[in-house]
């Protein structure tokens, strides 16, 4: 069972996708459709797409406001019945930082979250965060419902 | 996701924000601007409505959460209007199905607010 970033990185994985985009909201779009397409070729059906990318975008709100100087690094994996994500920021987001920063306040961002802890509890089988080579990372484990059938 | 992810109009006079496609990191600081924008003319009631949304993330929730406690300091409300089951859902894990007040229509949502208006 994977519990740990540790034991992420332990598992074999049939295919994986590098994506490499600037870390600016109106890209993250492309975090969900390249997760779309990687949970469709694992075999999940429409509701466990849209549950994943729902995850993958809470994986990169997880990451605070975007800021376009910096990136988010995510390797997208499948290995039979199960996706892994890891996302990394390569930059610690601060209080300056451009994009949704400008124009959310703070208790939004204080909701947001919350919210999205509690949603990634719920659509995905584990995920975590920590800081990785001084980068701050997340990650998330989704395995087929089917596969348990 | 959208540039400008709503349009504005009326109901039961109150303002409605009205939101279609995918309401995501890169919509809410449009939707955060329009909701204060409202709030600050002075309307301490409004309407969001939802029923062409497809996608709703934890941060668009926070913008409604936080225009909600702005509504309701000033003696208002924000009411939703959806029915999509993706949308609902999102609501009930982050346990906020019983936060806002919801309505499956327009009609729905003026009976509501004749009831609530009514001495």
Redesign the interface.
Known sequence: MIETFDDLARTEESESIELVFPAR??L??LARFTAATIAARAGFDVEEI?DL??AV??L??SFGP?DDRACIRMELGRSDDTVTIVASFDQVPSPAAG??A????A???????E??E??LD??TDAHGRETRAGRPTAWLRKRHAAADR | ?LDQPYSRGQDASLPVVVLAG?V???A??SL??ELQSLISAGHSTVVVDLLEVT?L???A???L??AL?QCRELDGELHLVLTEP?ILR?LE????MNTFPIHSSHDELRSAVGEVSRP
Request: a negative charge; hydrophobic letters at 50%; aromatic letters at 4%.
């Open positions: 909201a109106d993250v779009v849209e990318r729902l975008d809470e990169c709100v975007m994009g949704a400008k124009t959310l306040d208790v939004s961002w204080e909701q947001a979250i919210l999205s509690r949603l719920s659509l | 996701m995918e995501d990191l890169a809410a600081p955060h601007s996608f993330d934890s941060i929730l926070g913008v959460i936080s406690e993706r999102v894990i982050t346990g906020l």
